[in-house]
């Protein structure tokens, strides 16, 4: 059977087997250099720790002050938040 231009039609189970097949490779792959460069890799443990808490901080905080925008912006006019203390 061939496609619309020439060219063999593709069934499904050949569009699947590539995707599975990188797979199966990237894991073979990086199984093979977690054991033969075991000592390297687990060396990074500790400093990939300490790269992740900058990131973390910014991804937990989410920005400051939002919460408290959000809140001025619900809160009626007229609340003592908003006014001017008199003297």
């Excluded at 989410?62 to 938040?81: C, L, N, T, W």
């Amino acid at each position: 059977m061939s496609g619309s231009r020439g060219q063999p039609a593709r069934t499904n189970g050949s569009r699947r087997a590539l995707p599975i097949g990188l797979i199966a490779f990237l894991l073979i792959a990086g199984l093979y250099l977690l054991t033969e460069h075991q000592a390297h890799a687990f060396g990074f443990l500790p400093w990939l720790l300490l790269l992740a808490c900058p990131l973390l901080h910014l991804v937990m905080h989410g920005g400051h002050g939002r919460k408290d925008e959000v809140a001025s912006d619900q809160a009626p006019p007229s609340s003592p938040r908003h006014q001017m203390p008199s003297d």
